[in-house]
């Protein structure tokens, strides 16, 4: 029975990786698959993996039809045997009930991977819509860590290397640049919960733990 799978972390667990090696291992055993992603931090029709690892893939629009698309690909003589979607949490939820729906009518697997809340720490509605429908959810098992070592379980969203709690929901960017020397755009940063919360990302750590100590004089 084909099956909707959702693999789920914060930014820097290794989503993308996984969904390039879930696509080579299926391929590799002679099945065919179609590769979508939407949004990649290398730009469009393509997924990346930190690691390096790059594949062409199908651009998700926010008008794309996935029932229409496989519909039409198996009526022209195409074999489908699973799909492999990542950055799922920009996906609508129409989007998502389309691929329920594809498991579900065409017996085709479907591996959805993506973050499950944003920089505000609200849910997607991609991944909403997953938890909600997904025969299985399963948080990866590589553990993003926060600056001070714990757990990175939230993104924080970083303007010219100031933490921001408003905004668009949507604004691609990555976590490689240094948070002290950006200026002119958007970073991010995993955290764990209570320095999210707190807004201590590691640049505003650093700053605090250089500030000299006052002169010991009466």
Not at 146 to 167: I, N, P
Not at 191 to 213: F, I, K, P, W, Y
């Amino acid at each position: 029975m084909a099956e909707l799978r959702f693999y789920t972390g914060p930014m820097d667990s290794g989503k993308s990786t996984l969904a390039l090696q879930t696509d080579h291992n299926r391929a590799a055993r002679g099945l065919s698959g179609r590769l979508f992603t939407v949004h990649d931090r290398a730009g469009a029709s393509l997924v990346s993996s930190r690691l390096g690892l790059t594949r062409e893939a199908i651009e998700v629009p926010p008008d794309f039809d996935f029932w229409r698309y496989a519909v039409d690909a198996l009526t022209h003589g195409a074999r489908i045997d699973y799909f492999i979607c990542d950055e799922a949490q920009f996906y609508s939820a129409r989007q998502i009930e389309d691929l329920a729906k594809i498991v579900d009518e065409l017996q085709i697997d479907v591996y959805c991977f993506g973050i499950l809340t944003d920089f505000r720490t609200r849910l997607f509605e991609g991944s909403a819509r997953l938890v909600e429908l997904a025969d299985s959810t399963q948080l990866l098992q590589v553990e993003a860590l926060c600056w001070c070592g714990k757990r990175a379980t939230h993104q924080a969203r970083l303007e010219d290397g100031v933490m921001v709690t408003e905004g668009e929901v949507i604004v691609v960017g990555d976590t490689d640049a240094d948070p002290i020397a950006t200026v002119g755009e958007v970073t991010y940063e995993v955290l764990c919960r209570q320095h999210h919360r707190r807004q201590l990302t590691s640049g505003r750590a650093r700053a605090v733990s250089l500030t000299a100590d006052p002169l010991p004089f009466d």
